[in-house]
């Protein structure tokens, strides 16, 4: 028994191949450079290109973005707060050009997955040895008559930039003692404490300038992130102010709009707030499902150690538009997972192993402007999928001190620093 | 089962996998980065709070990391992130910060302050905290440059017990009052 026969040969032939071929299809012809080719320069576009390019300096780097300045959506509930200004979140492309790489601003309007080729609006095309997709979200429709001109009544302020200001604009326009309504999305969503931090930061600001004012939360889903400490927060600061009405008792949140008349309505009622932030369900950027990157959820399945592209080999998707639980739709997720998956690239384009992941996520919310709460995890590989690492992370204790609180204001501002430096260089 | 059927896939495996059969740790470089989101790229913080890293003796950083890790030493959120990993991964994070420079910051910190944190130093910290504290001795943070909030922070914590002092450390410390307190911790953040 301990010999090969012909038929044993044979299927040990067929399986070297397709090894060489799944695991290192892209050695480059001779001479020839590697290309990666990204796919958006929000946080996971903007991390992976930089880190490409300190891993390996002769990997030809070309990030497509339409636009000139990324605005990052955390921090972004500051400036509706009235403590921070949108310039603050501004971020441009010359950081990464300085580290050498090709930034083109275009639309991506198609991937072929076979050609190896990224074609965009402006009728260029890029082929690439590995192509990396973080288009973050889009919105699904899921609330009736949430349009585009709907957006301009009731802002979702989810892609921050021109929507924020709108948001903020109409806060300061409205007058006291008129409700606040906030639609929060149902899971998965980006950014899971955020419209919760977006209520604190909102109450801030109307206790301070229009105190009789409320807040009205309906929710799409029963129970939130870091639920407790929001709650507790809501109860210490804006005590009164703020209502947080569950999917259950509001018959699964918000259902529709009507802009025209100004109205927003759940299955049982009617509202006409003085200013509404809706919130739509999510699904991955646009760009994913065009290229056949989403599955039946709308977003993207990706194997758990190097974020390919269950679906399109020499794709690898990461961020938002990724299916990458337990790892969070976060800003520091989205960075984490860009190490990683340029880490993997420059392996695999060099014929080597991608090697063992390492993950981590630390997401803050800023309650007040003495009081901020976070949650924090590590993350490693188990079995190919992405784990929590057993008896990490957790929440900031309900009975922390005002000190330590005090301290998470500081750190949270520090770590938007050093995270936007480490994204966009 | 026959060693015919075994084959193919153990030789699919050698070629994936090259040199290394097992599961292996994360690399220094891999643990090292997703330090970067809080500490700044490479452990170099753009503040205003979170310490720089950059510099770091490995030894520290385990030694730091495991008192975190225990609880021992009082963290917001460094404890809940130290309890992820073992010691062998605090030493592959460590090597790598060991090799950065020490981070220069700019801060506003007061002359008059900071001449007297001079005096203070001279007299009480320069036998451990030597080159103005930018020395990455074994045992001993980098405070040369350190943001100021953290210093201040690190100062609340040693005075209350939170995180354990030295024993030759309290001795001076109990005898310096807040305000010469603040004076050296002005001197160490202006250092450049």
């Given amino acids: ?425 | 089962m026959s060693v015919n059927k075994n084959l193919p896939v153990l030789l699919g495996c050698g070629m994936l996998l090259g040199s290394a059969q097992l599961p292996a740790s994360p690399t220094a470089t891999m643990l090292a980065d997703t330090c970067a989101g809080c500490h700044g790229t490479d452990g170099a913080s753009a503040g205003p709070a979170t310490p720089s890293i950059a510099g770091m003796s490995e030894e520290y950083l385990v030694e730091s990391m495991e008192a975190f890790k225990s609880g021992e030493r009082h963290s917001t959120v460094m404890g809940r992130i130290a309890r992820g990993y073992g010691k062998e991964e605090f030493k592959l994070m460590g090597s790598v910060f060991a090799k950065q420079p020490v981070t220069v910051t700019s801060q506003q910190t007061d002359p008059a302050r900071v001449a007297a944190g001079a005096q203070l130093y001279g007299d009480n910290c320069e036998k451990c905290h030597d080159k103005n504290g930018a020395l990455a001795d074994d045992d001993a943070g980098i405070l040369a440059s350190q943001w100021l909030p953290y210093l201040q922070y690190s100062m609340v914590d040693f005075k209350s017990g939170s995180r354990e002092m030295a024993k030759k450390m309290k001795k001076k410390v109990d005898k310096l009052s807040a305000d010469e307190l603040e004076a050296l911790l002005q001197f160490f953040a202006s250092q450049q």
């Fill in chain 1, 1 to 425: 028994m301990n010999r090969i026969n012909r038929r044993s040969f044979i299927r040990i032939a067929a399986s070297a191949a397709a090894v060489s071929v799944v695991g290192f299809p892209a050695i480059a012809a001779a001479g020839g450079k590697q290309q990666v080719v990204i796919v958006g320069g929000g946080v996971g576009g903007a991390t992976a290109a930089r880190y490409i390019r300190r891993a390996d300096a002769s990997v030809e780097v070309t990030l497509i973005e339409p636009n000139k300045h990324y605005y990052t959506c955390f921090m972004s509930n500051e400036v509706l707060g009235g403590d921070r200004q949108l310039d603050s979140l501004k971020f441009g492309y010359d950081g990464l050009a300085k580290h050498g790489v090709t930034v083109v601003h275009d639309t991506v309007t198609a991937i072929d997955a076979k050609g190896r080729t990224v074609t965009t609006r402006g009728g260029k095309s890029f082929s690439y040895d590995r192509c990396i997709v973080a288009p973050g979200i889009s919105f699904a429709d899921n609330i009736k008559g949430y349009d585009i001109v709907a957006q301009e009544k009731f802002p979702h302020a989810w892609k921050a930039g021109p929507q924020t200001t709108l948001l903020r604009q109409q806060l300061e326009d409205m007058a006291d003692g008129g409700t606040v309504l906030i639609a929060p999305p149902p899971n998965p969503f980006r950014c899971p404490p955020g419209p919760y931090e977006r209520a604190c930061q909102i109450a801030y600001y109307l206790k301070a300038h229009k105190p009789k004012s409320k807040i009205l939360i309906l929710d799409a889903k029963d129970s939130f992130s870091k639920q407790g400490l929001f709650t507790q927060a809501w109860d210490r600061h804006y005590k009164g102010m703020i209502e947080w009405v569950s999917a259950v008792d509001s018959g699964g949140g918000v259902k529709s709009v009507n802009a025209a008349a100004g109205t927003v309505s759940t299955e049982f009622d009617e509202y006409k707030p003085a200013v509404a932030n809706i919130i739509p369900a999510q699904v991955a950027g646009t760009i994913a499902s065009v290229a056949g990157l989403t599955d039946d959820s709308g977003w993207c399945p990706v194997e758990g150690k190097t974020f390919e592209s269950s679906i399109h080999q020499g794709i690898h998707v990461i961020g938002d538009a990724a299916i990458q639980a337990p790892l969070p739709k976060s800003g520091y997720a989205a960075n984490s997972e860009a190490k990683v998956v340029a880490a993997a690239v420059v392996a695999l384009v060099n014929g080597r192993d991608p090697g063992t992941p390492s993950w981590v996520n630390t997401c803050y919310s800023i309650v007040a402007p003495q009081d901020a709460i976070s949650v924090a995890m590590v993350y490693n590989l188990v079995d190919g999928k992405v784990a929590t690492v057993e008896g990490s992370g957790g929440l900031t204790p309900v009975d922390s001190s005002p000190e330590d609180r005090a301290r998470e204001v500081l750190y949270a501002h520090s770590w938007f620093n050093n995270i936007t430096n480490d994204i966009f260089g």
